[in-house]
């Protein structure tokens, strides 16, 4: 019977958030926290979900998961009343993670009765809603456990395309309309440039760069400051579309710096600083957001958020030798006085 474990990162988008959803290109990295997933093949006729870091267990018979219904348009029927009734969660992202794990499942048998039982336990190391890529880390997570169980895929032949397309799904549930960036890293990790319906590009920096992840414990729905944003673009259209395009400028910027970095983070720092500005422009920052940067810049450090914002987190581009420095000690104590969580990790790791 089927037992396995799998694990995908988190991510963080260095530049290239939201001008990504408009077809410019994004720069983004995998991170060391990571989703964990067990799943276990059993006789039962029930199958048993346990997710530790949402406080929720839900035992669920098979003959109940089909009765959902997958529609041909991408969405799925029976499924939100239900999910609703057990998870009793106000907050729509985790609501809809539960309604995506039944779509994915269905999807990953080829729409057809889902025959196998199964415990499955889902633990993470990221904040659900913060910005760090939960949901695509979920995504992958149960998106390569359920073709697994259902044999479309064996162990030591992982087909990462298929994963990456289910795990899409799994965002489309959760986002309404992703640009693929977030399910395309954490399937394939390293350090990428990104475009919508073009695909991908590895990245390699020659030298470790370091980075710290501070999270402003502010939760936010990427699907709402997508939506946010395509309504200012819809205002302004020209506006948007050349702020978009200095985005990309800048995305391309980036791409030399970080290909020929050498230890010296100036020019990076001065892409945060601009970026973060961008970002502001087109009103996705957040009071916690703007304190994060404050206290950065007070300390000598460039910042900007990552992912959707509107809270979620921000990061820190840090020297190598970071350490040592005494202007990092203040901004750790200042960042956790301030009541921000603080992670430090490497580009392209995970
Ligand atoms: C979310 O991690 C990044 C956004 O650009 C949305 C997307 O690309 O789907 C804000």
Redesign the pocket.
Known sequence: MVHYKVSAPG?I?LH??????YGKD?LVSAIGLRTNLEIKETDSEVIFIDFPSLKFQLEIPLIKVNEFLVNSDGTIENVKDFVENQFKRSNETENNTLVALFYVLKKAFGNEKVSKAFDLSVKTDLRIGG?S?SS?AFGVSIATGFLLLTGKMKENTLDHEMISNLAFES?RVI?L??????NTICTYGGLLKFA?GKGFSKLTIPKQLNILIVDTGVSRS?AK??SQVRDLHEGFPILFDNIFESMNILVQEAIKKYSEFNGDITDIEKLFEINSGLLTTIG?SHPSLEEIYKISRKNNFSSKLT???GGGYAIVILPSDYKNKENFENLISELNEAGFETTETVIGGG
Do not use: R, Y
């Open positions: 991510k988008i290239g958030e939201h001008s990504v959803v994004a910005g890529g695509a965002e986002h309309n992703p640009s693929g960036v977030d919508k990427t400051l997508v996705v992912g959707a914002g």
